[in-house]
């Protein structure tokens, strides 16, 4: 059985989250089936076989990883070695990123996520303002995101292991900033103005 930082560190080193509290919000939402101990203060157990599990549906189908055979950025891959007796090698990051997309979709589709960030209009102007870009440009930056509500009073976007959702897209946080709310407004408004570089290409 594991702990929630044991899990943690599995589940990290495969990639599949950067946050520990992401990993307790998927055992309390039952997204990882865990056992609570005698009171939540105590914390949770984790069986091997639900942590396997939740590991190999966010693999690609019908493939085993043996992160032992490691030749550069790739990995030897078994296919059902009773149906296909044979090895190929393949780019498994690629492939764990692609699994990550389509599973961070997914938890956001059932809203599990980590938090909202909420938008506030005086810290997207001061980051405008800060990249010295216009006044017209703050005004389609406020527009744009004052519609992005998800059924609240005030703008926001949820966040997950790093990305956050504005339009229906998975945004990368800018790690050129330090603090979570830099990187997260800094990145939409660099998404907001490629959008627009993209429209006058048209």
């Given amino acids: 059985m594991y702990t929630i930082d044991e899990a943690f560190e599995i ?3 495969n990639k599949l989250t950067t946050h520990k509290e992401t990993v307790r919000n998927w055992v309390r939402k039952g997204v990882i089936r865990a056992e609570s101990l005698e009171s939540r203060k105590k914390g949770y157990r984790i069986s091997e076989e639900a942590l396997e599990q939740f590991i190999k549906e966010r693999m690609p189908e019908g493939w085993e990883l043996y992160p032992q055979a490691v030749t550069g950025d790739a990995r030897d ?3 059902n070695e009773e149906e296909v007796p044979y090895h190929v090698e393949v780019d498994v990051e690629a492939i764990k990123e692609r699994t990550r997309e389509e599973m961070w979709y997914e938890l956001l589709g059932k809203f ?7 938008l506030k209009k005086s810290e997207v102007k001061a980051a ?4 010295r870009y216009s006044k017209e440009f703050e005004a389609e930056v406020w527009e744009r995101c004052s519609k992005h509500t998800w059924g609240h009073a005030t703008p ?14 998975r945004i990368p946080f800018n790690k050129d900033f330090g603090g979570r709310d830099e990187q997260i407004i800094h990145a939409l ?12 290409r048209k």
């Fill in 11 to 13: 589940l990290s080193k």
């Fill in 77 to 79: 891959i078994i296919k």
């Fill in 112 to 118: 599990v996520f980590e938090d909202y960030f909420v």
């Fill in 128 to 131: 405008v303002e800060h990249m």
């Fill in 156 to 169: 926001r976007v949820p966040y997950l292991l790093d990305y956050f959702m504005f339009e229906g897209e």
């Fill in 189 to 200: 408004i660099e998404k907001i103005r490629l959008d627009k570089v993209k429209r006058k």
